[in-house]
């Protein structure tokens, strides 16, 4: 029934209770389990306002970008102890909701699985911005936990 199941983590307490479900249904079905981190891109008008100056400075792409890896680093690790199999990591950028529907329907995804809050910078009142778009946007089923 569910080949692939995409899982948008973020690094949020909702994401990873997500996680867990997909692998309870992963591993009733069999499925592919494919991890997604979506980070924003910023404009070069948004990196030069940073007030944030260190020593080595970075993009604020490539610093988003590194905490998009590490975030999928850390869903993998729980994912794997939790007896996960047939993983896969990916990191995208763009707007959350839109990439993740995008991914979700150019791998071909079964079902998406996400929390219901995550750590956006604007929430919505019963659903995160995020998982209410994505609900509204995809073409399969969409599973918040």
Request: net charge neutral; charged share 25%.
């Amino acid at each position: 029934m569910f080949d692939k199941i995409l899982v948008a983590v973020d690094g949020s307490q909702g994401a990873l209770d997500a996680l867990q479900v997909a692998i309870e249904i992963q591993q009733k079905f069999d499925s592919e389990l494919l991890l997604l981190c979506v980070y924003r891109h910023h404009s070069l008008l948004e990196a030069s306002m940073s007030m944030v100056r260190p020593e080595e400075p970075k993009s604020l792409d490539t610093s988003m970008e590194d905490y998009a890896s590490e975030v999928i680093k850390q869903a993998k690790a729980q994912a794997e102890q939790s007896g996960a199999k047939k993983l896969r990591g990916f990191i995208k950028a763009g707007p959350p909701a839109r990439t993740i529907v995008k991914f979700s329907k150019d791998r071909q995804a079964n079902l998406i699985v996400l929390g219901s809050r995550g750590l956006g910078d604007i929430e919505g009142y019963l659903l995160g911005s995020v998982s209410h778009k994505v609900t509204s946007l995809a073409d399969c089923p969409v599973l918040v936990v």
